[in-house]
């Protein structure tokens, strides 16, 4: 019911997947992965066991292939299921059982296994195979632009519904308090993987780090711009300030709206705020 792909980034030391299924919040339960381990999708009348048990496997150092043998080895109803792996050096294997509906099968390469039940035919794994091998960017956008090529090239034959994003990384989570690098899921939506690539453009946005070309010091037209727009959204009752205030706004600004990933040394801007503000509307207000 479900197409998916595995992936590995050896430079960056991520493990991810992708996944869409006409089922209702899938990412709920395909998806499992965990850092310096690998990832693993299950599916077609998942055993949501596999994915614990394979992480587990390869964590006591196991490769993709023998974590697979033995999780399949285990289950008496194999051949209804369909499940991808990766290992922590991104050896990567894909099981079909010969009960899944077709069209099913899957197709491994360097650093992914990509696959899929119930869909038109064979090119949607095929064209996600391709776009992961060639696509340029993080292992999230390549995931992603794989997903979107499958869906594209036919999908799900009986349509979409839900679809979802993990991927983790040491260290990556909010704070660097834990791995869970990335975890979007769009649970309900007649177009998820648009829908998908949207909110990972925005958690982007508010998570990923400020790159150093787009740090500026707010002066001359950049501060100009700055109080226009913090004046249009309210953080100060005039659109002219002085340095001192407008800086105090901008940090407020920040706060209220999550950006604290994002926020500089002071009398600094990342441009990528001011380009969000640009196209911000401001709250409404009540009338009499």
Not at 138 to 156: C, H, K, M, V, Y
Not at 162 to 177: I, T, W
Not at 179 to 191: C, N, Q
Request: with cysteine; charged share 25%.
């Amino acid at each position: 019911m479900t197409f998916s792909i595995v992936g590995f980034d050896p430079v960056e030391k991520e493990w991810g997947i992708a996944v869409q299924s006409k089922f209702l919040g899938v990412g709920s339960v395909v998806p499992w992965a965990k850092a310096g381990v690998g990832a693993v999708a299950t599916q077609s009348y998942a055993n949501t066991t596999y994915g614990p048990k394979a992480l587990e496997l390869m964590e006591s150092g196991k490769t993709a292939d023998e974590a697979l043998n033995i999780i399949l080895e285990e289950d008496k109803e194999r051949e209804m299921r369909q499940v991808g792996l990766i290992d922590a050096q991104g050896n990567a294997a894909t099981f079909t059982g010969s009960l899944c509906y077709k069209w099913a099968g899957g197709i491994t390469g360097p650093h992914f296994a990509a696959q899929g039940n119930i869909l038109v035919d064979e090119n949607t794994v095929t064209k996600m195979a391709e776009t992961f091998i060639t696509k340029k960017g993080t292992l999230a956008e390549r995931l992603l632009a794989a997903l979107n090529a499958g869906q594209a090239a036919g999908g799900d034959s009986r349509g979409q519904q839900s679809a979802a994003l993990l991927v983790v990384k040491e260290r990556g989570g909010y704070g660097n308090f834990n791995d869970r690098y990335i975890d979007l899921r769009v649970d309900d939506h007649p177009e998820p993987i648009k829908e998908l690539i949207r909110i990972h453009g925005l958690q982007q946005l508010y998570f990923a780090p400020s790159k150093p070309e787009r740090i500026v010091p707010v002066t001359g037209e950049i501060e100009t711009e700055l109080v226009e727009h913090l004046g249009r959204l309210g953080y100060f009752k005039a659109n002219f300030a002085g340095k001192e205030e407008t800086l105090k706004a901008l940090t407020t600004y920040l706060h209220t709206e999550n950006f604290e990933m994002r926020e500089q040394a002071e009398g600094f801007i990342d441009l990528d705020v001011l380009e969000y503000m640009r196209a911000q509307q401001p709250p409404l207000t009540e009338t009499n």
